[in-house]
Structures are given as C-alpha cells and as structure tokens.
C-alpha cells in the first residue's frame, strides 16, 4: 500500500499529460544536457503547455505556459517552494545549497529578496563587455584546432557572473586551472552526480557516503569566505554606504552590507 501511495497519481494531476520519466533518467545517467531532457519532452509540452513526471516519491508539474508561469511567480504564498534541507535531508546538496532566495519562502524570502534586489537594479554593462573581448583574446589564440564553444561559454559564465554579483575575476577564460576554478567545478560535479540524483537515499548508505565530496564543499565555502573577508576589509564604510545609496553595489556588497544591518542580519554562510 505504502508504494502504491508513492506512485499514485493525485486527483488534481490525472489529466495532465505524463512526460517520459524513463528519457529523463537516461539523459541524466548519460549525461546528455538540458537541451536533449527538452527533446524529451518537447512534443507532449509545446502540445499541451504542461505535462506531469514522477520523481523521488512525488509528481511534480512543469510548464511552458507563461500564464501559468506567472500564477506561479505571482503567488508565493500559494505555490510554496519544497526547501533543499527538506528534499535532501543532510544531503550534500541540502549543505551545498543552504538558505536562499530560490529556496526559502514568506518571510525567508522576503528578507533575502530585500537584501539581494539592489544588486539587480543596474546591469554593469562593462564587465560583459570588457570579458567579451578576453573572450576573443582566447579564440585568437585558438590554431588549427576545433573550438569549443560550449567550455568557453561556460568559462565566459563563470567570469561574468564572478565580477558582476562578487566584483570577484575567477580568470576562467585565461587560466581555467586556478584553485577558484577547479574547486568549483568539483563540487559542481558532486552535486550533478546522477546516481545520487536518481536514488538520493542511497547517500545515507555508508558505502556511497560523500565524505570526499563533503570535503571538496568545504574547501570551497573557505575560499568564498576569504573573499567574503577580503571584500569586507576592503570596503570602507563611506564607500559601501555611497553604492549602496546609488545602487551601484553588487550583490555581495549589499550583503556584506546587511550583515551589519541588526533588522536584517545575514551570515558569511547565507552569502556563500
């Protein structure tokens, strides 16, 4: 009865069209991308706008439709978000993810979206600009050789947002070697593990404990927090008041600023 409960289709969800969970484990044990998981399904979503898929003991619904979408947005207080410590009890990916903005909800939310909507305010045009030439730089450089344009807009990614939401240049284009750069695609690679994706319960098995993976986290949240204290001591109080005022400072700015603000206090392991 128990699995029949797991399996059972809710009331509310029996006309919604089942996408194909079978396709979607493939391409996650293969490694196959978001663009071939979209094939996948494209046919029952561009029909219907919205389709069904078993996960993890739960049905959860997807949508293209953006009607739905923005019911969905709109109505926080309504379409709660699951929190990852609750998906993932004790899991890497519930301490990897921690408290967030995409995670928590009412006054969760509410707080980090106070702390965090500043830094979305002005777009800093110029460091897209100045990492699209470093960008040509690196092909320029490229001889007689295929170029992978797919690792270079993942470096490119990782420059823009690194200077953008930190003022922090990982050098991923120039210099993918870096401590930065490694550590953080170890971790990345941890967490898109699909084995632990697709059966999470087995992380509580002593023999696929993720006791290596838990120290390549650490080693990352250490790196973050001393550019969180170098950023800090950086920062003179004057200054960080001027961009904060003129909506000039980036996202870990206006968090450094708000862990000092007594009504909305956030720790160096919210801004990780």
């Known amino acids: 009865y128990k699995i029949y409960q797991k399996f059972r289709v809710p009331e509310g969800l029996k006309d919604v069209p089942t996408l194909n969970y079978f396709g979607f484990l493939a391409s996650l044990i293969l490694n196959k991308g978001p663009d071939k998981i979209w094939e996948e399904s494209r046919n029952i979503l561009e029909k219907n706008g919205i389709g069904k898929f078993w996960f993890n003991g739960n049905w959860y619904i997807v949508t293209i439709d953006l009607e739905l979408i923005r019911d969905v947005f709109a109505k926080t207080d309504l379409y709660t978000k699951t929190p990852m410590e609750e998906f993932f009890p004790g899991s890497l990916m519930a301490s990897y993810y921690g408290t967030n903005v995409v995670f928590t909800n009412g006054d969760a939310w509410k707080r980090h979206r106070y702390i965090t909507n500043p830094a979305f305010k002005s777009l800093p045009m110029h460091v897209f600009d100045e990492t699209a030439v470093k960008l040509l730089k690196v092909i320029e450089k490229v001889d007689n050789e295929p170029i992978e344009v797919n690792d270079l807009m993942h470096r490119l990614t990782l420059d823009v947002l690194g200077r953008a939401s930190f003022g922090f240049d990982f050098n991923n284009l120039e210099d993918p070697t870096n401590v930065y750069v490694t550590t953080y695609k170890e971790v990345v690679a941890e967490t ?15 023999y696929f404990d993720r006791t290596e993976a838990r120290k390549k986290v650490a080693k990352m949240n250490d790196l973050y927090n001393g550019l969180i204290e170098k950023k800090r001591k950086s920062m003179e109080t004057d ?5 904060i005022n003129n909506n000039s400072a ?5 968090m450094i600023n708000a862990s000092n603000n007594q009504k909305y206090p956030m720790s160096n392991e919210e801004m990780r």
Request: proline content about 12%; charged content about 30%; hydrophobic content about 40%.
């Open 239 to 243: 200054e960080l008041n001027k961009k």
């Open 250 to 254: 980036d996202l870990l700015e206006c």
């Open 192 to 206: 898109d593990n699909p084995l632990y994706l697709i059966l999470p319960f087995i992380e509580y098995i002593p």
